[in-house]
């Protein structure tokens, strides 16, 4: 018997149509409050944005089977998403109006297994440091008892929009 999963999302021309038109966290807090449709890629794996501050994004992601590797655990490149939601959207809640960004690159580091039975984990993203053109960002994934699963950094792009 096989397991089915369904979902909906929003066009994605819409959130992007707003990009620079407003700061990077004034952005973040619309899609936070709904006034801006969430990404299709939030919709397809279940990643919500949870908190946000200027420097500072938390998403999180409730695991599921349909984040599963053939190991039967949660796929790295789930983790590498959350991951790069939440560095890059530290990044985007520093940004002014008529800025964008883009992420250079990602680097992450595995450490615990994730599962159904993990719970809901929270990627916390933080700026370490924001300069005129690039940006560097650390991110976090823990479990609910506050253990660290995983950490990544990342560079972006700044750029005129």
């Known amino acids: 018997m096989g397991r089915s999963r369904t979902f909906e999302w929003a066009d994605p021309a819409v959130s992007a149509a707003e990009v620079g038109r407003k700061t990077g966290l004034e952005f973040l807090h619309d899609l936070m409050a709904g006034r801006l449709p969430a990404p299709p890629v ?3 794996l279940g990643i919500t944005l949870d908190e946000v501050e200027h420097g500072r994004a938390v998403f999180c992601l409730k695991p599921g089977e349909e984040h599963y590797n ?3 655990s949660v796929h790295g490149g789930v983790y590498a998403t959350l991951l790069d939601f939440a560095a ?3 990044v985007q809640s520093t940004l002014a109006e008529k800025e964008g960004y883009t992420s250079l690159d990602l680097t ?5 297994p994730i599962s159904v039975d993990t719970g809901v984990v929270r990627a916390v993203g933080t700026v370490l440091n924001r300069g ?3 940006a560097l960002a650390k991110a976090e994934l823990y479990d609910s008892a506050n253990r660290l699963l ?3 950094t990342s560079s972006c792009l700044i750029f005129p929009v």
């Open 42 to 44: 939030s919709a397809t």
């Open 150 to 152: 995983a950490h990544a």
């Open 108 to 112: 992450v580091k595995f450490l615990r």
């Open 88 to 90: 890059g959207g530290a």
């Open 70 to 72: 053939p190991i039967g």
């Open 132 to 134: 005129r053109r690039t």
